[in-house]
């Protein structure tokens, strides 16, 4: 893996700027998110381990949503795969996404699912879901999201 891949993608930088249209048809923009801490999950509808780590993410959202956490899901299904994926949403209060109507350049190359980044409320990458272990679960969200939510 070349190292541009990862351009622009340094924890205690500025997260790059995710923006398009939610399944939904709102516009989102990652840019007009600071004041929050930001969850951005690429998934799929196939991937077993992004299954299994909604739940947990959906739990501590739940929780934390009125400290200012959200959370970005980004699927990265085919086309032919969106039932099923908007299917699996209806049991989440996640912000939804297509891949295909979303502009993510700045994180290059997805290449693993799940991948998660987060961001805190100034913008800032303090998880970069291409490194490292790849899992979210209520321990990683307590030591990372919570610290940042109590953060002024």
């Known amino acids: 893996m070349s190292?541009?891949?990862?351009?622009?993608l340094e924890l205690g930088q500025p997260a790059p700027n995710i923006e398009g249209t939610l399944i939904d048809?709102?516009?989102?923009s990652l840019n007009s998110t600071k004041g929050k801490v930001v969850l951005v999950n690429f998934w799929a509808s196939w991937c077993e381990p992004c299954r299994e780590e909604m739940p947990a993410i959906?739990?501590?959202?739940?929780k934390n949503?009125?400290?200012g956490f959200e959370v970005l899901a980004i699927t990265v299904d085919k086309s032919t795969d969106m039932e099923q994926a908007k299917q699996i949403m209806r049991n989440y209060s996640f912000l939804f996404a297509d891949k295909n109507q979303?502009?993510?350049?700045?994180y290059g190359r997805i290449w693993r699912i799940p991948s998660s980044f987060i961001i805190d409320k100034q913008g800032i990458l303090r998880k970069n879901g291409l490194t490292g272990d790849p899992k979210v679960d209520a321990k990683l969200l307590e030591e990372i999201v919570t610290p940042l939510l109590l953060a002024q």
Do not use: D, I, Q, R
């Open 3 to 8: 190292s541009t891949a990862f351009a622009g």
């Open 25 to 28: 048809g709102k516009p989102f």
């Open 58 to 62: 959906e739990t501590y959202l739940k």
């Open 65 to 67: 949503k009125t400290k």
């Open 102 to 106: 979303m502009n993510y350049s700045g």
